[in-house]
């Protein structure tokens, strides 16, 4: 299993906040706490990889849900903010880990990721996109692809965010026979800015089903 985890503030590591205004790093703090300490389990528990053959199905939808909100969120700005962090964590997924292969994975395959964790996100390929198998792949099926957020409210308005994640692919082209199952998970972390939604920190774990 690959794995990144965030060291304790303001040590260097995969998280990397200490970059950033000290008004995101608090924001970001008290959203990471509520994840951690949230009644809802992680998202795709139990897993649809453990069973089932392989077969020429689409890949599955995206299924994104309102976690914990802290501070007081009007329903409909509520959904808003789901959605719209939905939509970022999908064209992750898409752009860095499913559909045709060969094809080459850099900067652009991590919409939605601020520049600094853009750069660390290419590094840490093997974990945050399909980068390092995509010579030997032909193609990468979802199997499974929840998110639940956690909203964090200032004022009425959503201005941060931890999208919990579960991705389970179906890789052609690699492994016995051809074909492997993986399974990510973990954490992104997000701040808006009138609207729009950027990545800038995960924590993720990645393994073989």
Not at 57 to 70: K, M, N, R, S, W
Not at 90 to 117: C, H, K, N, Q, V
Not at 149 to 155: F, P, S
């Given at each position: 299993?690959?794995?990144s ?87 992750w ?81 690699v ?35």
């Amino acid at each position: 299993m690959v794995s990144s985890r965030y060291p304790s503030l303001p040590g260097p590591g995969r998280w990397w906040p200490s970059s950033l205004a000290l008004r995101v790093v608090l924001l970001t703090v008290v959203v990471s706490a509520l994840s951690s300490c949230s009644g809802d389990g992680e998202p795709g528990a139990p897993s649809p990889l453990s069973g089932g053959t392989a077969t020429a199905e689409p890949d599955v939808a995206l299924v994104v849900t309102t976690g914990t909100v802290t501070g007081r969120l009007a329903p409909a700005t509520r959904a808003t903010a789901t959605e719209r962090v939905g939509a970022v964590v999908d064209a992750w997924f898409e752009a860095a880990y499913l559909g045709e292969f060969p094809r080459r994975i850099g900067g652009r395959s991590f919409p939605g990721f601020d520049a600094r964790t853009t750069t660390r996100a290419v590094d840490d390929a093997a974990l945050t996109s399909n980068g390092t198998l995509a010579d030997r792949l032909e193609h990468v099926r979802a199997v499974n692809r929840r998110v639940i957020v956690d909203v964090l409210a200032v004022d009425g308005r959503a201005v941060a965010a931890t999208a919990r994640i579960a991705l389970g692919m179906r890789l052609t082209g690699v492994g016995s026979g051809g074909e492997r199952q993986d399974r990510l998970t973990g954490r992104l972390l997000l701040t808006s800015d009138s609207g729009a939604w950027r990545v800038f920190g995960y924590d993720l774990a990645r393994g073989t089903v």
